[in-house]
């Protein structure tokens, strides 16, 4: 049986910030992040000791990622408890002109199990082996669209520009 095609990224997982247990009560210790780039390929970082609701990893975690994966998620975990998770579009960081190995450094939202805001992770991610349009013949890599107010419901999109 064949594998699927993948690519490799690579997740540094930097900090998080306003970690809730409960919605109320700071994190005090051991929190750590999960990295899921589908149900089956998940890397952790290592516990935080000390942090509380504000703690900090810097570690990097290299995991392969299906080529048709539209998602990764990434968990945060005090204990045995999941403390908010969010889902990050591929296309955050791989696809489109963004060239092979460009760094892009992320902050998420994280929501609790019911949808409540819960804390922010802050992150880089790398793509490696990925087709991309990128090359010096991309020579209007986006095109950007007006959004009214009537349209856009209050709903703002970043589109990432390359600069030399």
Not at 4 to 32: C, D, F, H, W
Not at 64 to 87: C, L, Q, W, Y
Request: charged residues 20%; positive net charge; proline residues 7%.
């Amino acid at each position: 049986m064949d594998k699927a095609p993948s690519m490799v990224i690579e997740v540094t997982v930097i900090s998080a910030e306003g970690l809730l247990v409960n919605r109320r009560q700071p994190v005090k210790k051991n929190a750590y992040v999960v990295v899921r780039s589908d149900p089956f390929n998940s890397r952790s970082t290592g516990i935080d000791p000390q942090g509380g609701s504000c703690p900090s990893w810097n570690e990097k975690l290299v995991m392969d990622m299906p080529m048709h994966a539209r998602f990764i998620t990434v968990e945060a975990h005090s204990g045995n408890k999941t403390i908010g998770s969010a889902n990050i579009p591929v296309t955050e960081f791989s696809g489109g002109c963004l060239p092979e190995n460009y760094l892009s450094f992320l902050s998420y939202r994280l929501r609790d199990a019911n949808g409540e805001k819960n804390g922010i992770v802050n992150f880089s991610v790398k793509a490696r082996g990925g087709k991309s349009c990128c090359s010096s013949s991309c020579a209007r890599p986006w095109i950007g669209f007006p959004a009214e107010n009537k349209a856009s419901n209050g709903i703002v999109m970043g589109i990432p520009v390359l600069y030399s």
